[in-house]
């Protein structure tokens, strides 16, 4: 059992900077810690994923160079720094927790309960 809970969330102007914190709780060893986004009548996407050991990291095409994901395993929590947002960037974001590497939402066990971005232009 992994409890997930997100953080950081909110309205900024295109261009802008925000990070994203997850605070991870409970049988945790051994995860892999991943970000998702769903827009309004979006289907889910992956953004981002990081091994539970923090050495490897992937990313969207959509994000890569603008986004980064990180892990601090003396806090348990996973942060999504996103820089050089756009409006197409607004979405509910999500952090998940898998024990199997991969991109697939179905393949996710545990789920936050998401954090709204919305970035205007």
């Known amino acids: 059992q992994v409890q997930l809970v997100e953080s950081g969330g909110g309205l900024l102007q295109s261009g802008g900077s925000l990070r994203l914190s997850c605070a991870a709780s409970g049988r945790t060893f051994s995860t892999h810690y991943s970000w998702f986004r769903q827009a309004p009548g979006k289907e889910r996407e992956f953004v981002a994923i990081i091994t539970w050991g923090g050495g490897t990291t992937s990313y969207a095409d959509s994000v890569k160079g603008r986004f980064t994901i990180s892990r601090d395993k003396a806090k348990n929590t996973v942060y999504l720094h996103m820089n050089s947002l756009k409006p197409e960037d607004t979405a509910a974001y999500y952090c998940?927790?898998?024990?199997?590497?991969?991109?697939?939402?179905?393949?996710?066990?545990?789920w936050g309960q998401g954090t709204q971005v919305t970035v205007s232009s």
């Open positions: 998940a927790a898998t024990y199997r590497f991969g991109r697939d939402p179905n393949d996710y066990n545990y």
